[in-house]
């Protein structure tokens, strides 16, 4: 993947609201939320695991969305998913609600899809979100699309939330819709 595409993978991270580098050993009773070095060496281009939240806070670098989404590029035609992982500590409990999963563009995209339900509970154990791109190989272009997400603790207070009104931008190539669509029927809750 080029240059572009590294820095579109790394805009989009912070973009959902999820980035920052993961230092310090795991505390009880939080909230973790990280992409794993693997996904970030095929997304970036140096593998290291990404904070996302840490200790049930946001990466501070994720905190104007605005300007990040200025200057965020589509996400490149490679790049067809994008894993999460996260884990709830101790005793803590999480919940979580994937309020909209839309494409803008159902022409050239379909709705996204995650792998898991679209509400449930942060699991205990570290476990992989995945979010997929399924390009519909019908024609060139991008593809507009919302994944809007939000995590609260037992106490109902939201820790982490899409920023509302944000859009995203995939790009896909007609002819190139096989391994989207093959991934579609396995992300679909």
């Known amino acids: 993947m080029g240059a572009v595409g590294r820095l579109c993978a790394l805009l989009l991270?912070?973009?959902l609201s999820l980035c920052g580098v993961r230092a310090a050993a795991r505390q009880p009773d939080t909230l973790y939320l990280w992409i794993d070095a693997q996904q970030a060496?095929?997304?970036?281009?140096?593998?290291?695991?990404?904070?996302?939240?840490?200790?049930?806070?946001?990466?501070?670098?994720?905190?104007?969305?605005?300007?990040?989404?200025?200057?965020?590029?589509?996400?490149?035609?490679?790049?067809?998913?994008m894993n999460f992982s996260w884990q709830a500590t101790g005793r803590a409990e999480y919940f979580y609600e994937f309020l909209s999963l839309r494409s803008?563009?159902?022409?050239?995209?379909?709705?996204?899809?995650v792998n898991i339900p679209l509400l449930g509970m942060v699991p205990h154990k570290p476990s992989v979100v995945q979010v997929g791109f399924p390009c519909l190989g019908k024609q060139d272009?991008?593809?507009?699309?919302?994944?809007?997400?939000?995590?609260?603790?037992?106490?109902g207070n939201i820790i982490l939330q899409t920023p509302q009104n944000a859009i995203f931008f995939k790009t896909c190539q007609q002819g190139n819709a096989n391994e989207d669509m093959a991934r579609l029927s396995d992300w679909v809750t």
């Open 104 to 113: 803008l563009d159902k022409g050239i995209m379909a709705d996204p899809t």
């Open 141 to 155: 272009g991008v593809a507009a699309f919302e994944v809007n997400v939000i995590i609260m603790n037992a106490e």
């Open 41 to 81: 060496r095929v997304l970036i281009g140096f593998e290291e695991d990404i904070l996302i939240v840490s200790e049930g806070k946001m990466a501070p670098f994720t905190h104007d969305f605005r300007k990040a989404q200025q200057r965020m590029p589509a996400i490149p035609v490679g790049i067809h998913a």
């Open 13 to 15: 991270c912070g973009a």
